[in-house]
């Protein structure tokens, strides 16, 4: 089946930095990935499309600049959280669409100090 | 009102015992329906599609009812390895695939 893997897992950092996470469609191509974001005991909250060769859809209340989204190719999307704080402490986690569902990758959590 | 409304939970349920519980939706014109199972700290998997006509894999039962705008989920002879949080997904009528996740309903099976 279709595996979508997400690196790296866990990332603890200081306030201020930047952070980059890859998500990638190890046996397909994805023209679209998404870019989710969920707090403890709540749902995944979509934070933006990721369109290949074009710029990503964000969802309102999402800063596009704080959160750099590039699909460069159809098997690879990043999220870059720029200058990090503790309130961007979550998990992260993309998913590609595959026909009529979506496969997620393994998820990073991200831990600002 | 949220788009996608679950219990939380926790269902605490024997070993072996049925556990069901439900999901309702707002938007009427959704089109595809999901259950994702999320066990802690780690990504949701595809459990199962919704169709229609209701539908089961194993000892899990979907069922979908326009009408009310809510689906279920069914776990018959549960498993301790059946302890997860269960996500309730919705599809929009969109080309795009933006799925609408509830905030999961939690169960617990005790030995």
């Known amino acids: 089946g279709a595996v979508v893997s997400q690196h790296p897992s866990w990332v603890i950092c200081k306030s201020g930095t930047s952070v980059k996470i890859e998500c990638r469609s190890l046996d397909f191509q994805a023209t679209t990935m998404f870019w989710y974001r969920q707090f403890p005991k709540q749902s995944l909250m979509l934070m933006a499309t990721?369109?290949?060769?074009?710029?990503?859809?964000?969802e309102q209340g999402v800063e596009k600049d704080k959160f750099l989204i590039n699909h460069a190719s159809l098997t690879l999307s990043t999220l870059t959280v720029t200058s990090a704080h503790p309130e961007d402490s979550s998990f992260y986690i993309c998913?590609?669409?595959?026909?009529?569902?979506?496969?997620f990758g393994d998820g990073t959590r991200l831990s600002i100090l | 009102r949220k788009e996608v409304e679950q219990d939380p939970g926790p269902f605490n349920v024997p070993e072996g015992a049925t556990v069901a519980f439900n999901c309702t939706y707002s938007n009427s014109a959704s089109q595809s329906f999901f259950w994702y199972r999320q066990d802690c700290r780690k990504e949701p998997k595809l459990l199962m599609s919704?169709?229609?006509s209701g539908n089961e894999d194993g000892r899990f039962t979907a069922q979908l009812n326009r009408a009310s705008q809510y689906i279920s989920l069914l776990i018959r002879d549960s498993k301790l390895s059946d302890s997860a949080t269960y996500l309730c997904v919705v599809n929009g009528p969109d080309s795009w695939g933006k799925f609408q996740f509830g905030a999961g309903t939690q169960v617990v099976v005790t030995p």
């Open positions: 990721s369109n290949e060769g074009s710029k990503a859809t964000y």
């Open positions: 998913s590609a669409r595959v026909s009529q569902t979506q496969h």
């Open positions: 919704v169709y229609s």
